[in-house]
């Protein structure tokens, strides 16, 4: 009975740790998504700054 008790305690430790790795795996992926997704409007508005920016002197 102890056995099947310590192996199920380990059992589950095991899955909550997994699972507690996942999801901070997922953060992970969803912060470097929102920093991608920054970067690429960063990049948008300096090339609108630029492109303003000629207009201007060719105007």
């Known amino acids: 009975m102890v056995g099947t ?6 059992t589950q430790s095991r899955a909550d740790r997994t699972k507690r790795m996942e999801m901070q ?3 992970e ?3 470097e998504e929102r920093d991608h997704a920054e ?3 960063e990049a948008e508005r300096a090339r ?3 492109e303003g920016i ?3 002197l060719g105007a």
């Open 5 to 10: 008790l310590g192996a199920s305690l380990l």
């Open 25 to 27: 795996a997922a953060v």
């Open 29 to 31: 992926q969803r912060r």
């Open 39 to 41: 970067s690429l409007l």
């Open 48 to 50: 609108n700054r630029a």
């Open 54 to 56: 000629v207009t201007l």
